[in-house]
Each structure stands twice: as C-alpha cells, then as structure tokens.
C-alpha cells in the first residue's frame, strides 16, 4: 500500500508563506521515488483538479503560469518527501492541495486558505 501524507495547509493572509509537505511511505520505495516525477496539483471549489509544479528525478521543474516566481518546489530523496514553498499567496490559490507520484499515487489533499 502506497501512502502520501501531506502537511504544512492552513490559512495564511494575503502575501503570506506556507510550505507544504509530502511525505511518502508504504510501496513507493526511496529509489521509486527518487526515479521518478513527483508533483504538486491542486482543486478549488468548483473547479477542476489543476497542475501546479513538479519536479523530474534529474530537477527539471515545470510550473503552472499562475505561480510561476511565487511557488517553488523541491524533494529530498533521502527522507522520500517532496515540499512545496508557496510566498506571495493569493486569495485565488485558496485549495485542497495534493501530492503526487508517477504512477498514479496521490494524497489525501491538504488545505490551504488565503483571505484577503
């Protein structure tokens, strides 16, 4: 059984940080993870489920226009998580935010408020 835990959501002001957190376990073993694409996506209310970063196992980052110069995302290999660091929040990146792996694993979201 593969688990991805996320954590780090809350609610932020407007112009706030968070970092989010996700931790893998279970199946997805250190060399899976560290092999293959790992991400961040995201669902506001309404709305469909919308890419927001990912990362190759050789660092290539792709972002959505949306956060491009505001999120960054990285991973440790080593301790099998991968991070997103989001500055300069926006009521608009007000979510439920999901880990992802390659394969098709996902987390069970975390929540993350911006207010104006």
């Known amino acids: 059984q593969v688990q991805l835990v996320e954590s780090g959501g809350g609610l932020v002001q407007a112009g706030g940080s968070l970092r989010l957190s996700c931790a893998a376990s279970g199946a997805i073993s250190g060399t899976y993870f560290r092999f293959n694409p790992v991400g961040w996506y995201r669902q506001a209310p309404g709305k469909q489920r919308e890419l927001v970063a990912t990362v190759t196992s050789g660092g290539s980052t792709d972002y959505a226009d949306s956060v491009k110069g505001r999120f960054t995302i990285s991973r440790n290999g080593a301790k099998i998580t991968v991070y997103l660091q989001m500055n300069s929040l926006k009521p608009e990146d007000t979510a439920v935010y999901y880990c992802?792996?390659?394969?098709?694993?996902w987390g069970q979201g975390t929540h993350v408020t911006v207010s104006s």
């Open positions: 992802w792996v390659k394969g098709d694993y």
